[in-house]
């Protein structure tokens, strides 16, 4: 049965296409939050009306936006949630907090550099890796039982 | 994969097809209620048997309505309830508060004059709108990130 | 175990004393809503702050009272819901949606005229009744087996 | 019954004691993370043994904390999240997801700066304040029914 | 989608063959007991190995047969139970609980003299019928909103 | 913990008294349905009015007793369902199914006659006794690990 | 529906191809662990870095291994669990503990000497056999009502 | 609120001894099987009548147990499961992958040469232990935020 996998996290780098690039032979199927930031910040008002307060503004597109990602998360086998360099990306781990209370398969993605502040965040999840690449290794070993070819080194 | 919507309340006026029709380039699938308001109120008499009391004519009908109005909350992704300008419409009141139960994504649409009155409803919502093309505009959003051409006034 | 029981719905008569007070005797707990309808239409604003526009006066308040309203909900055996013979109570319905997607005791509680219009409200309920006192009755009868006195005519 | 609170995320400012000293005549009771945070980083070694590995020291102390964290938001009815001036806090963004995944309601409290980078926590919460003394106006309300003094002010 | 149902309870008499017949220009799938009395009461033995003792013969088939039902029961969107007028028929009323509890839309299906001694089972049942016919009316109108041409008459 | 046990079924013979009296000296609390034979049939006319059917007449007590009944099936951590030598008993096999489906630990009580058409249910218990005592001796080792006198021999 | 069913348990015999080919004429689909030995051990630093400590070696593979496992155990209809003749095999029985507590339809498949050893477990299973071939004649049964040929001695 | 655990697995050292003793000052209730080897294993037919066949003596025992070991598990915050030296110890393992797929916070507690063989159970515990008192300090920990004595050098 096709893996239905969540990208959840951040939306400035190519990492998403990097999974699904390196995974398009594989039987996996992919689903993602709007990564257009503008769309994404102001669906809310461009639909329903203008506001004006910005508190309600993004309310209403924060909601708009809950519609996708919930039931994104909610069918997935496996949610990848990526932390990048920048900004507070409350809402990556409050994606991987809600994942995790649905007993989703829950990785995470992150450089080295945010490993003490994710400590809680990688504690619940079934793996913790640096670069895109490696979660396609993980998702083909998940599906075929492959290793990737370095494995042969790392496991001596 | 396919997202599916329940569309609940109000069944005298065109909204279903505004709904169903401005969306059929969308990967979408709708379900609603029995909208014949005759075959509605009667369908339990006429296949389970005559009542003297209106209440049990009434209970019988109401009881088989929900085997497919339960199925189709239960079953969908967004569930769409509408409030129009006449009757008491507790019904969609009700079909509203089992979705909200059930954690469904909730999508209210009323006029505004029923703003107060729908306050509850409202809150337990992830949009609020007045109009079908907005609900539209909001299942083509949440499917592909689009937003309305009117969009780019909207949000300045 | 004492049975816990909320009351829903109609807030501009005595029911509710009614209730509680014919069922002084018994093992049962009530909870409600917060029935002052000036606090519980302005609470939002008056902790979290005013508001200009009458959408977010009453949604911030609506969320409020919905701390309170779910938890009540969730907690109960029995969920009573009073439709009185004014407004449009459409959170009354929301109400017993969400009570019967969780699973609860329904009892609903309106005059007879109401009946064709709260019949799919009536068709999830376990009891429909006319009376405060009918409900205390059901109380009784739940927790001790006892019938009313005039239940010997009444079975004839 | 109790009202049963969980004060989830910051731990360098005294909020929780404003609000638990300031509910003291509530029928509430509360419940909180490991608020040392030395013991917070060091629990898994302290107990289980030393690792030579940061990323395993903080896996084995943020297993174990998580004992106690998952549990209070389970058994919290509302669960309060404070994000403060510093700090990366992901936990208390993973905290807000898996208490909305479970349904708990949400109270969110922050600063007005924040506001745009929480807009989906806050899009989830039933309210959102920016000062303890508001959390502890709402426990009131929510048990009580009773608005602050300045209410008459505010909803005017 | 396809309308799952099932069909339990009685299996000496034509009555899933009068209703798969009747519905077999709906979308529906029917799924059912194993119906060979012979088969159903030795499979157990038959496969796993004899037994001196009446009671685990009998137990290692319906243990066998509970994989097949339970799976059944789950995946149904409507639970058909069939009371006959032999046997005792434990497993009917049995399967008419476990499909209650877990909220499936129950149809009933018995000759009136039964009636009292069903009274539980019938008030658990979204509809309950004396003919197979019924069902099938059940199951158009459920799924095409089209009621029986003798409807006229009933509901007059 | 105080053991919960629902005692469901036939009410025509002592067996509840036998087995709440033998348990006395043990921390279990025991809820069980109406077993006023009259009460229990005319509950619903009784208190919410008369009806000319008695299909309708059964129906609203059948409903009033599912108050009772399903609350104390779910707050049960053991159900014992009694079946006697007489009457269809479909309401205890329903309650069994209700309580398997919801995980609850079943204990069937019933004589040796009953054996091969209590085949499903008896494969759903986790114990099957032939006597009150019986089930007295189970609760008693599942809270003690004390067993009868006469085990030394049984065991042999 | 095609039936679901998931090979749990020793990997060093032929057990798992017996039963796909044996049921290759039937509508069943197969999931399983990697049963590749070597891969299973060190997936985790093969893809994720390598560690010096024996337990994080494992620990990052067991982790691994659990985003299949634990997605095949809870999308099955039936689960088997095979325990072999040698190794402690404590995956197989957390397997069947994870799978009994999600309501999973439990076969067991071990040699007769494990008997007294696998008692609670066996207490746990529909059904518990011996040979694979026999689990092939309950998918076949179950799906299809068929007995083996052999059942007719067997039953009588 | 007190901490619930239970103490699952070997029965042949002292070690919930330890822990229960170690713990006496905390607010903890601790739950477990019947240690008494010989009572677990007879209690079947000891209450319920002798088998012949050694299966169904142990059977009828592993069943009875259920109803005690799923109720510990299932009321318990934390399930703390011991593996000694000796025996094949399944039900062990089955308990704590039954506790797991509850979401049960999991405490494994074993000799360090079981590592390899115990890895996946590992994986599913939020805490490795090899020593009852470590187990005590864990629930300290939880409890009260204190580390052992022993804490400072440890965390050097």
Not at 21 to 32: P, Y
Not at 36 to 63: M, P, R, Y
Not at 99 to 106: E, I, P, V
């Amino acid at each position: 049965m096709t893996l239905k996998v969540y990208l959840s996290g951040e939306i400035h780098s190519d990492w998403r296409e990097r999974i699904t690039v390196g995974a398009r032979d594989l039987d996996v199927s992919f689903d993602a939050p709007v990564t257009d930031h503008g769309a994404s910040d102001d669906c809310g008002v461009a639909i329903l009306g203008a506001e004006d307060q910005k508190f309600w503004h993004d309310h209403k597109g924060a909601k708009l936006n809950a519609i996708r990602t919930r039931r994104g998360i909610e069918q997935a086998d496996v949610v990848v949630v990526r932390f990048g360099d920048k900004y507070k990306q409350w809402n990556a781990a409050f994606d991987a907090g809600y994942a995790s209370a649905l007993g989703k398969a829950l990785v995470v993605l992150h450089p080295p550099e945010h490993q003490h502040a994710l400590k809680e965040v990688d504690a619940a999840a079934l793996a913790v890796a640096e670069e895109p690449e490696q979660v396609v290794e993980i998702l083909r070993y998940v599906l075929t039982g492959a290793l990737p070819d370095r494995a042969a080194r790392a496991a001596e």
